[in-house]
Nanobody, 123 residues
């Protein structure tokens, strides 16, 4: 059984930085993608960042493009997301996601989800 455990969420002040981690266990795919979506109340779940083990490619969403980085530790099957210059609009539930090969480009391609970690940015 695939298990994804997120950590690092919590309340932060606008202008600050936050680091999230997602540790995976039980993945059996030869290649997989691993990354982050977020969802605010009343809004659609949006893709924030993805790492692809097949070729090392990275995706960063436009909403955080100038402020976010994603990295991956293959030995630990753990992905890290860092967002700087946080804004109140970054407030959302952040979800770790895993798919096979390139299956992380949309919600309906993701195969496994973490339980989510809340990020709340105060001005």
């Amino acid at each position: 059984e695939v298990k994804l455990v997120e950590s690092g969420g919590g309340p932060v002040q606008a202008g600050g930085s936050l680091s999230l981690s997602c540790a995976a266990s039980g993945i059996t795919y030869s290649f997989y993608c691993m990354g982050w979506f977020r969802q605010a109340p009343g809004q659609a779940r949006e893709r924030i960042a993805t790492f692809y083990t097949y070729d090392g490619n990275k995706y960063i969403g436009d909403s955080v493009g100038g402020r976010a980085t994603i990295s991956h530790d293959a030995a630990k099957a753990t992905t890290y997301l860092r967002i700087s210059d946080l804004k109140p609009d970054d407030t959302a539930m952040y979800y770790c996601a895993v798919g096979e090969i390139y299956g992380c480009g949309s919600v309906n391609r993701v195969n496994f989800w973490g339980q989510g970690t809340q990020v709340t940015v105060s001005s």
